[in-house]
C-alpha cells in the first residue's frame, strides 16, 4: 500500500514571498490534515478535511495560508505571503475516518529567509 | 493550542530498560492516541485507546487512561536503541479535532 505523498521535500523562500505544498492521501481515505511542526514542538493541526469539505480550520491563520481538497482526493496548502515564522515541517496525514489512526507524510522542510 | 503535556521533557534509559512517559491533557476527549517520530520514519502511529477502556496493549507497548485524571501513560519493555524518538499523545475531541502534545525525547542507549 502506497503511502502519504508530499512535495516538495524541501523549499527555501524569502519572506513575502509565496509558496505552495501539495499531498497526496493513502487511496481511499477520507479525511485529510495538514500540520505545522515548529522544531521541537509537537504537530499543530491546520486544517482538517473530511472528503472535500472542512470539518476544522480554527488554527488556520487565514489571512496568509488558504488550503483545499478538490474531488475529496489529493490537497494543495498555500501560504501567502510568508513570514519568518512560517519557518516549519509542513505535515500531511490521512485516515480512513474521522477519529482512525492517521497515516503520515515524509512532510515539506520550509525555511524563510 | 496544545492539548496534551507530555512529561518527562526528556528521558535517558539503558537498553533493556523501561521506559515510562506520561501525557495530561485538558478537556474531555473521544480517544487518545500516542506516536512516535524520528528522522528515519517521520511520524508513525503506535496505539489509539478509546475514551472507555482503561488499558490497552500492542507488543512491547502498555497505554493506561485514566479519564478522571486526564492523563494517560506509556510504558515501553525491554527498550531497544531503535526506540530512540520523540513520543507524542495526541486527543480528539467534540468534531475529532486532534491536538497534539509538546512530546517526550527518549534516549536508549546501547
Known amino acids: 500500500e502506497a503511502g502519504v505523498a508530499q512535495s516538495p521535500r524541501y523549499k527555501i523562500i524569502e519572506k513575502r514571498q509565496s509558496v505552495a505544498f501539495w499531498c497526496n492521501p493513502i487511496?481511499?481515505?477520507?479525511?485529510l490534515y495538514w500540520y505545522q511542526q515548529i522544531l521541537g514542538q509537537g504537530p499543530k493541526l491546520l486544517i482538517q478535511?473530511?472528503?472535500?469539505?472542512?470539518?476544522?480550520d480554527s488554527q488556520l491563520p487565514k489571512d496568509r495560508f488558504s488550503a483545499e481538497r478538490l474531488k475529496g482526493v489529493d490537497s494543495t496548502l498555500k501560504i501567502q505571503p510568508a513570514k519568518l515564522e512560517d519557518s516549519a515541517v509542513y505535515l500531511c496525514?490521512?485516515?480512513?475516518?474521522?477519529?482512525?489512526?492517521?497515516?503520515f507524510g515524509p512532510g515539506t522542510r520550509l525555511t524563510v529567509l | 493550542s496544545q492539548q496534551g503535556e507530555e512529561d518527562p521533557q526528556a528521558l535517558s534509559i539503558q537498553e533493556g530498560e523501561n521506559a515510562t512517559m506520561n501525557c495530561s491533557y485538558k478537556?474531555?476527549?473521544?480517544?487518545l492516541q500516542w506516536y512516535r517520530q524520528n528522522s528515519g520514519r517521520g511520524l508513525v502511529h503506535l496505539i489509539l485507546?478509546?475514551?472507555?477502556?482503561r488499558e490497552k496493549h500492542s507488543g512491547r507497548l502498555r497505554v493506561t487512561l485514566d479519564t478522571s485524571k486526564k492523563s494517560s501513560s506509556l510504558l515501553i519493555t525491554a527498550s531497544r536503541a531503535a526506540d530512540t524518538a520523540s513520543y507524542f499523545c495526541?486527543?480528539?475531541?467534540?468534531?475529532?479535532?486532534?491536538?497534539f502534545g509538546t512530546g517526550t525525547r527518549l534516549k536508549v542507549l546501547a
Open positions: 485507546i478509546r475514551s472507555n477502556e
Open positions: 495526541a486527543t480528539t475531541s467534540g468534531t475529532y479535532k486532534y491536538i
Open positions: 487511496s481511499g481515505h477520507a479525511t
Open positions: 496525514a490521512s485516515s480512513l475516518g474521522l477519529a482512525n489512526e492517521q497515516f
Open positions: 478537556t474531555s476527549i473521544n480517544n
Open positions: 478535511f473530511q472528503n472535500n469539505g472542512v470539518v476544522d
